[in-house]
């Protein structure tokens, strides 16, 4: 069973910095694309960066230069790198595991306010 738990969220201003993690269970790590999604109420959620199995990283345009994702698969664990972060970088962030099919975290708050 493929398990998935972030970390990491938070309240932060404008401008800062946050870290998020996602510890990966059940699978052959390094097989899989895992990504960061976000989404705010009322929107459908969006993608924000990829990273495939195959070592290369995609990103959405609005976070690109500012963002950055990264992956050890020693440890089972994909991390999102957030920088000058905006007050619309507000949303529940979730981890994905893609593999034939999709899987989900629970989602961390992240919250871009002064």
């Known amino acids: 069973q493929v398990q998935l738990v972030e970390s990491g969220g938070g309240l932060v201003q404008p401008g800062g910095s946050l870290r998020l993690s996602c510890v990966a269970g059940?699978?052959?790590?390094?097989?899989?694309?895992m990504g960061w999604y976000r989404q705010v109420p009322g929107k459908q959620r969006e993608v924000v960066a990829v990273?495939?199995?195959?070592?290369?990283?995609n990103y959405s345009d609005f976070v690109k230069g500012r963002f950055t994702i990264s992956r050890d698969n020693a440890k089972n664990t994909v991390y999102l790198q957030m920088d000058n972060l905006k007050p619309e970088d507000t949303a529940v962030y979730y981890c994905n595991a893609y593999w034939l099919a999709s899987h989900w975290g629970q989602g961390t708050q992240v919250t871009v306010s002064s």
């Open positions: 059940g699978i052959t790590f390094s097989f899989w694309d």
């Open positions: 990273s495939t199995s195959d070592g290369s990283t």
